[in-house]
Protein backbone atom coordinates (compact mmCIF):
# COMPACT_ATOMS: atom_id res chain seq x y z
CA UNK A 1 0.00 0.00 0.00
CA UNK A 2 1.43 3.43 -0.66
CA UNK A 3 0.81 6.44 1.83
CA UNK A 4 1.48 9.84 1.72
CA UNK A 5 4.42 8.43 -1.03
CA UNK A 6 5.74 5.97 0.80
CA UNK A 7 5.24 2.17 0.80
CA UNK A 8 3.81 0.46 3.49
CA UNK A 9 2.57 -2.68 4.58
CA UNK A 10 -0.08 -2.09 6.91
CA UNK A 11 -0.86 1.42 9.09
CA UNK A 12 -3.04 1.95 11.45
CA UNK A 13 -6.49 4.22 10.69
CA UNK A 14 -6.86 7.54 12.49
CA UNK A 15 -10.47 8.31 14.51
CA UNK A 16 -11.30 11.38 12.55
CA UNK A 17 -13.52 12.91 15.29
CA UNK A 18 -10.40 13.08 17.26
CA UNK A 19 -8.35 15.70 14.42
CA UNK A 20 -9.08 18.95 13.05
CA UNK A 21 -10.93 19.05 9.59
CA UNK A 22 -11.30 22.45 7.39
CA UNK A 23 -13.62 23.09 4.31
CA UNK A 24 -11.70 23.34 1.21
CA UNK A 25 -12.87 24.07 -2.25
CA UNK A 26 -11.98 20.94 -4.58
CA UNK A 27 -10.18 20.65 -7.40
CA UNK A 28 -12.47 20.21 -10.48
CA UNK A 29 -11.84 17.70 -13.70
CA UNK A 30 -14.77 18.71 -15.71
CA UNK A 31 -17.75 20.46 -16.28
CA UNK A 32 -21.01 20.06 -18.02
CA UNK A 33 -23.89 21.51 -19.22
CA UNK A 34 -27.22 19.08 -20.37
CA UNK A 35 -30.20 20.95 -21.01
CA UNK A 36 -33.76 18.61 -21.65
CA UNK A 37 -37.15 19.46 -20.85
CA UNK A 38 -36.64 22.96 -20.09
CA UNK A 39 -34.51 22.09 -17.38
CA UNK A 40 -30.69 22.58 -16.95
CA UNK A 41 -28.28 20.14 -15.24
CA UNK A 42 -24.89 20.70 -14.30
CA UNK A 43 -22.73 17.67 -14.27
CA UNK A 44 -19.20 17.96 -12.08
CA UNK A 45 -16.51 15.52 -11.35
CA UNK A 46 -14.25 16.94 -8.36
CA UNK A 47 -11.75 15.29 -6.66
CA UNK A 48 -10.72 14.64 -2.92
CA UNK A 49 -6.79 16.10 -2.85
CA UNK A 50 -6.19 14.00 0.32
CA UNK A 51 -7.61 10.48 -0.62
CA UNK A 52 -10.80 8.95 0.73
CA UNK A 53 -9.38 8.45 3.97
CA UNK A 54 -8.40 11.88 4.84
CA UNK A 55 -10.96 14.49 2.53
CA UNK A 56 -14.69 13.83 1.75
CA UNK A 57 -17.40 15.35 -0.24
CA UNK A 58 -18.79 18.37 1.83
CA UNK A 59 -21.61 20.00 -0.89
CA UNK A 60 -21.68 22.90 -3.19
CA UNK A 61 -23.36 26.20 -2.83
CA UNK A 62 -24.66 28.16 -5.88
CA UNK A 63 -24.70 31.85 -6.20
CA UNK A 64 -27.12 33.34 -9.12
CA UNK A 65 -26.64 37.17 -8.27
CA UNK A 66 -25.99 37.99 -12.01
CA UNK A 67 -28.65 37.71 -14.96
CA UNK A 68 -26.08 35.69 -17.18
CA UNK A 69 -23.60 34.20 -14.71
CA UNK A 70 -23.79 31.58 -12.02
CA UNK A 71 -21.03 30.56 -9.75
CA UNK A 72 -20.77 27.35 -8.26
CA UNK A 73 -18.37 26.63 -5.27
CA UNK A 74 -17.95 23.10 -4.77
CA UNK A 75 -15.97 21.99 -1.35
CA UNK A 76 -14.59 19.45 0.11
CA UNK A 77 -13.55 18.23 3.96
CA UNK A 78 -10.38 17.70 5.00
CA UNK A 79 -7.76 16.42 7.55
CA UNK A 80 -5.61 19.87 8.44
CA UNK A 81 -3.01 18.25 10.56
CA UNK A 82 0.02 17.60 9.24
CA UNK A 83 2.34 13.79 8.95
CA UNK A 84 -1.26 11.69 9.40
CA UNK A 85 -1.15 8.17 7.38
CA UNK A 86 -3.81 9.21 3.90
CA UNK A 87 -4.87 6.71 1.39
CA UNK A 88 -3.14 7.13 -2.42
CA UNK A 89 -6.54 7.11 -4.19
CA UNK A 90 -7.45 10.65 -5.41
CA UNK A 91 -11.08 9.59 -6.61
CA UNK A 92 -13.80 11.67 -8.80
CA UNK A 93 -16.72 12.38 -7.02
CA UNK A 94 -19.89 12.97 -9.39
CA UNK A 95 -21.64 15.75 -8.51
CA UNK A 96 -25.37 16.64 -10.51
CA UNK A 97 -26.96 19.97 -9.83
CA UNK A 98 -29.94 21.06 -11.34
CA UNK A 99 -29.68 24.47 -12.17
CA UNK A 100 -33.80 24.67 -12.68
CA UNK A 101 -35.52 26.11 -16.09
CA UNK A 102 -37.09 29.46 -17.17
CA UNK A 103 -33.72 30.11 -19.11
CA UNK A 104 -34.14 32.89 -21.79
CA UNK A 105 -33.43 31.37 -25.11
CA UNK A 106 -31.56 34.32 -26.72
CA UNK A 107 -28.87 34.69 -24.19
CA UNK A 108 -26.11 32.65 -23.50
CA UNK A 109 -25.16 31.79 -19.56
CA UNK A 110 -21.84 31.83 -18.42
CA UNK A 111 -21.26 28.64 -15.33
CA UNK A 112 -18.31 29.15 -13.39
CA UNK A 113 -17.37 26.03 -11.31
CA UNK A 114 -14.58 26.82 -8.09
CA UNK A 115 -12.97 28.87 -11.54
CA UNK A 116 -13.67 26.34 -14.16
CA UNK A 117 -15.80 27.80 -16.21
CA UNK A 118 -18.39 26.88 -19.26
CA UNK A 119 -21.08 28.45 -21.25
CA UNK A 120 -24.66 27.25 -22.59
CA UNK A 121 -27.86 29.05 -24.39
CA UNK A 122 -31.00 27.41 -23.15
CA UNK A 123 -33.02 25.67 -25.91
Known sequence: MTINGGLTISFTAQD???????GKESPIESVE???SDGEVLLTVV?????GSSCSRFDGYQINRRFIDRIEIT???LEIAEDNV?????????????????GF????????SVNGEETAFTAN
Open 16 to 22: ETGLAIA
Open 85 to 101: PCTDDLPAVVTEIPLGG
Open 74 to 76: VTH
Open 46 to 50: SRLPL
Open 33 to 35: VTA
Open 104 to 111: DFRRTYTV
